[in-house]
């Protein structure tokens, strides 16, 4: 069988079967590109304040939050960005469900909550990410990632512009219905298949982290880094106050901006703060400082400006992934990039269907 005849089987049958859950994927992804800006502007009195003076000490924030809701512990900080900016305490409600506390940092009231999934673009957020199936979502979600490659490749393959780049290139606009779809499938094909390898591959990246990263660190040669873990001391002191561990990851990490915090909860948890550094492009920047829970010593820092290539790599996934990395304008082009699996299932369908039609025809002579 000839490499086009087995691309065509592959492109056909894959775009088939699985162009629904590749159109779900990419109109969800199309509105998430401006996921927090759309957030903010659907919740303007949770998303900003007015600033008021100096900000309350984080515990006595996380003292109001603990009174409220005193039967969940809270699992993340997100810490204001400017002076209008708000607090958002993540908390862990049973059956995996997440509770977003929002809080002024003036005056320490809760602006209000949100659960995870009751939103708007929770909800669409859920979806792309697991297609809202709880146990293994975000697995199906990866293994299409990575079909979406397979389909990407084989379109390339079938694609006639091999032996004619003139009429692969071609729009037959005045051309019968039949020939237009045919047209519209092949050019926008073309025309966004890198992109759509680029955002199926490092969303496959994403889902898949430990075999990801495991494969970079062996391709770039790097040790692999293990996970820090916190050391229970006998005789422990009273725990740590958030206080005293910000205070040391900005020791650790002078140059960089405090973006998220999560906290532990096994015993041998540690705190991981986030810093963003200038050079850095992700919402929460990609540098950490990990800290013991019952000491309060530096496990490890990651810092970007010295990060081995592997990690950099991997720490280059989401803003490849959602278009970060190109600022506004990469942006703008996701969205319509996420409009083309539509697209395609619907013009893919259509070309199968005139096939079958003229099949038929013949069966019948």
Known sequence: MKLRNLGLIIHRWLGIVLGVIFLVIGVTGSALVFYREINSWLNPRLMQVLPQGERLDIEVLIKNVHSAFPNYPIHSIVFPRDPSGIYQMALALPQDEWLDVFLN?????ILGTQQWGHTLMSFIYSLHMSLLIKQGGDRLVGFCGLLLLVLAISGLVVWPGW????FGLRMRW???APLLNYDIHKV????SALFLLLIAATGAGMVFTSEFQSLTYWLTNTPPITQPISTAIANQAPPLSLANILRTADISLPQGKTTLMLLPHDADGVFEVYKK????????????VYIDRYSGKVLRVDNIL???????????????HNGTSGGLGMRCLYILIGLVPPILFITGIFIWRDRQRIKYYKTQK
Do not use: E, H, Q
Request: glycine share 6%.
């Open 306 to 320: 010295t990060a081995p290539l592997a990690a950099k790599i991997s720490n280059a996934l989401l803003s490849l």
């Open 163 to 166: 032996r004619n780049w003139v």
């Open 174 to 176: 005045k051309a019968p």
């Open 105 to 109: 940092p003036y005056t320490g009231a």
């Open 277 to 288: 550094l200038p050079p850095d492009i992700d919402y929460f920047g990609n540098s950490k």
């Open 188 to 191: 926008v094909g073309v025309f």
